[in-house]
Antibody, heavy 122, light 107 residues
Framework: QITLKESGPTLVKPTQTLSLTCSLS??????????VGWIRQPPGKALEWLAY???????RYSPSLKSRLTITKDTSKNQVVVTMTNMDPVDTATYYC??????????????WGQGILVTVSA | DIQMTQSPSSLSASVGDRVTITCRAS??????LNWYQQKPGKAPKLLIY???SLQSGVPSRFSGSGSGTDFTLTFSSLQPEDFATYYC?????????FGGGTKVEVK
């Protein structure tokens, strides 16, 4: 069974750096053809793609957030970590990690974590 | 960057209705178009990928069509559990992008 679970702080102060971990189960980023992305959703708003990392360590970022984001993988721990610097109240959102696999021709996000609500407030 | 525009942003419908929502890409994305369903407080769920391929376990009343820049998601007969918000997403090129969502509400 494939599962993903986000963990990290639920409250951060403005200007702080957010670090979120996605723990993977049922698949490995050491396996060819898979990857993990991060997506966020401000309360009541639409989904916004942030970044992804592939099994071969290909990393892509949202241009609007690229200067603030870093995504890494730890294959031995089966985890993906995303960090976002200089947090602002507008970054308050539910943050999701999700898996993609090239076995589905257009590499959609076929499994999602439950999400973690991160609030940015002093 | 490719922008995804969904219409309508919301609609009201009744159980048993045939419903169609649309998604338009600002550039040709081929069939690299996916649809997700999201219920309140839950993570999105993949319904359709490659514009028209039904994800495993998704009921056949859902169907997708289109290619290039214009796509549709159709419910052949709306069921009570289908009231939710639906998002399209292009995975043709990075940056990946989602549409603004279509909320399907009870009439």
């Amino acid at each position: 069974q494939i599962t993903l679970k986000e963990s990290g702080p639920t409250l951060v102060k403005p200007t702080q750096t957010l670090s979120l971990t996605c723990s993977l189960s049922g698949f490995s980023l050491g396996t060819s053809g898979v990857g993990v992305g991060w997506i966020r959703q401000p309360p009541g708003k639409a989904l916004e793609w942030l970044a992804y990392i592939s099994w071969e360590d290909d990393k892509r970022y949202s241009p609007s957030l690229k200067s603030r984001l870093t995504i890494t993988k730890d294959t031995s721990k089966n985890q993906v970590v995303v960090t976002m610097t200089n947090m602002d109240p507008v970054d308050t959102a539910t943050y999701y990690c999700a898996r993609f696999a090239v076995t589905l021709t257009t590499t959609p996000f076929d499994h999602w974590g439950q999400g973690i609500l991160v609030t940015v407030s002093a | 960057d490719i922008q995804m525009t969904q219409s309508p942003s919301s609609l009201s419908a009744s159980v048993g209705d045939r419903v169609t929502i649309t998604c338009r890409a600002s550039h040709d994305v081929g069939i690299f178009l996916n649809w997700y369903q999201q219920k309140p407080g839950k993570a999105p769920k993949l319904l359709i990928y490659a514009a028209s391929s039904l994800q495993s376990g998704v009921p056949s009343r859902f169907s997708g069509s289109g290619s290039g820049t214009d796509f549709t998601l159709t419910f052949s007969s709306l069921q009570p559990e289908d009231f939710a918000t639906y998002y399209c997403q292009q995975t043709y090129s990075s940056p990946l992008s989602f549409g603004g969502g279509t909320k399907v509400e009870v009439k």
